[in-house]
């Protein structure tokens, strides 16, 4: 008789843990959509770093006698209106679009997460008062209200990621604040208080990893969003400062004048933002995906 | 010593539609090493009880009213926070209805474990997981050590329960409280689950208190029963003398709706009507709605638990039945009892008294719509 030592090959050693958040990069780096979303990230991010080296110009230099000339051998996206080459532009542009992205979602998540995890641990009259301010912040338009802390604060590259940042902001607290409300009846969080669990403990063990996930899941949503708002800055003559600077936005809503004399001068830029949030978006629906072991293949 | 000692323990909720009058003044003691039983209906009080006495009452809508809740003699409705988080696990742990939502979902067995077990004792990860992995053992895991490091979602929901038990008894804590901790299992399971409470607490010596609707869960497992109504105790006494010898209206009708192998014949007898909307203070007994043996002063006064010794056409003089207090004005007889329902000559049961019928008729709308509907042939 060998029937009682029955094994499952490979299936122990596969799911031994090592904490939440190793387990959950492990499960990413299997999930296919994620890693599909990571290379398209990957993609831009390397051109913006290696944009100094791979571009063929410089992202001002141009002659007018080149200006708006079809995608051609010598110039792979075409020519804009000084004769700039539209490649190397969009490689320049991914260091504008993708810093002023990351950065101003970072800051809407720091800034919205502190809201809302203070509204959501201490609940009663804190929560009511933060989320007055939150409500406040919601009943102004996004870009109403990045256009007023421009003009407030002056251009220039900080202050548009700020103003980025602040229309963010609402929806960070809003989510984190639902979440942990939610949370703090929850069984298990109930469980962990009746074994006499810490507050802090409650709070950074049991209740955070359980809310975070959707507020990472908006964020990355929110970055896709976040490149389009600086763009419809630009479009608004709030922009970066220098005009010349090459960024997605910008290049796309300069061409607009020229669609039909050059349609190739709003598909890249559109296209570059188009692959960058999708990439954004499968990348962010792996992170769900992996943070929850509910859902583990 | 007494382990634990109630005293006139009062829970009030405060919501938007009023004061929620959910517990009203109980008091028990329970002994080290006992088995106690808190029966009752679906909303009468008894987890409520229990939280209370854990003082993990949703905040800031629940509040204990007045009572005392001793803990050998210390009163724990006067511990801070932090004095408080040391006694729950250490001393006192729970058992949760529904092993599905109890266990965090994003850490593993192990992490869950190791933590409980390190929030109270100074030791380190390796004695606190070894601790962890002969719990599991003991709690009738396989591959204990190999299962630590699955999530609770990899656990079915016996064997979840059985986890929650190997951790709510981790610390040894010297009561435990099972708030209906088969009621979402199968029934097979059940029997399984309850042993293994049954024998585990006998073997650390653990006091319990087993919270559960099912008579059938208290019969085997309690030494005394408390049976609870609309926030009030209305019998009490040990598990052995309720069973044979029920004396308020309310045990008398939740033995005769148990289905009994033994008595194909008797037909289920449902108790009527649904429990008192506890959103308005309570007048007189709050059981005389639904009650077969009401008389009038039922819907005035609410009746005190007494000792029900010698009352009654059998006599009793072992201390155990001296132990049977009831809280009734018009006490079934045995016969009674046996039949489930009034058996005396021209005897019908005291209509309410007219100020209370407007009361009545306003607190049940639901019961109305149901009627309607019936009426105009929309239900089958």
Known sequence: MTAPSISIPGRVEARHSRGLWRDAGRRLLHHGPALVGLALISLFLLAAVLAPLIAPFGPIEGKLVDRLQPPTGGHLFGTDLQGRDEFSRILFGAQVSLQVGVVSVFMGLVMGGLIGATAGTFGGRVDAALMRVVDVLLAIPGILLAIAIVAWLGRGLPQIMLAVAMTNVPLFARLLRGSLLALREADFVVAARSLGASRLRLLMRHMLPNALTPVIVAATLALATAIIDVAGLGFLGLGPPDPRTAEWGTMLTDSTRFLRAAPYLIFFPGLAIVITAVGFNLFGDGLRESLDPRLKR | ?380
């Not at chain 2, 208190?209 to 019998?235: C, K, P, S, W």
């Open chain 2, 1 to 380: 010593m007494t382990l634990l000692s109630v005293r006139d323990l009062a829970v009030r909720f405060q919501t938007r539609e009023g004061t929620v009058y959910a517990v009203n003044g109980v008091s028990f003691d329970l002994e080290p090493g006992e088995t106690l039983g808190l029966v009752g209906e679906s909303g009468c009080g008894k987890s409520v009880t229990n939280l209370a006495i854990m003082r993990l009452l949703p905040k800031p809508a629940g509040r204990v009213e007045s009572g005392q809740v001793l803990l050998e003699g210390e009163d724990m409705l006067g511990l801070d926070e932090s004095e408080m988080r040391q006694v729950r696990g250490r001393d006192i742990a729970m058992i949760f209805q529904d092993p599905m939502t109890s266990l965090n979902p994003v850490l593993t067995i192990d992490e869950q474990m190791v933590e409980t077990i390190r929030a109270h004792r100074s030791v380190t990860q390796d004695e606190a997981r070894n601790r962890a992995v002969d719990l599991l053992g003991r709690v009738g895991i396989p591959r204990a050590e190999a299962r630590l490091h699955d999530y609770p979602h990899q656990f079915s929901g016996g064997m979840r329960q059985r986890v929650m038990i190997a951790m709510a008894l981790s610390l040894e804590p010297k009561l435990l409280i099972a708030d209906e901790p088969t009621t979402a299992l199968d029934v097979t399971i059940q029997a399984q689950v309850l042993e293994l409470l049954r024998q585990l607490t006998s073997e650390f010596g653990t006091s319990v208190i087993l919270i559960t609707h099912d008579l059938g869960v208290v019969a085997g497992m309690t030494q005394r029963i408390n049976v609870m109504y609309a926030g009030y105790f209305v019998e009490t006494g040990p598990t052995a003398e309720i069973f044979a010898h029920p004396t308020h209206p309310y045990t008398v009708g939740l033995l005769h709706s148990i289905p009994r192998l033994d008595a194909e014949d008797d037909p289920l007898i449902p108790i009527e009507g649904v429990p008192p909307d506890l959103r308005s203070e309570p007048i007189g007994c709050p059981f005389a709605p639904r009650c077969a043996w009401r008389l009038e002063r039922c819907w005035d006064v609410n009746p005190e638990l007494e000792p029900v010794d010698g009352s009654r056409g059998w006599t009793s003089t072992s201390a155990a039945a001296a132990e049977h207090r009831v809280a009734c004005h018009n006490r079934p007889t045995a016969e009674e009892a046996a039949a489930g329902r009034p058996l005396r000559d021209g005897f019908t049961a005291a209509p309410p008294p007219q100020q209370r019928v407007a009361q009545l008729v306003s607190g049940a709308p639901e019961r109305e719509e149901e009627l309607v509907s019936f009426d105009e042939g929309e239900r089958p």
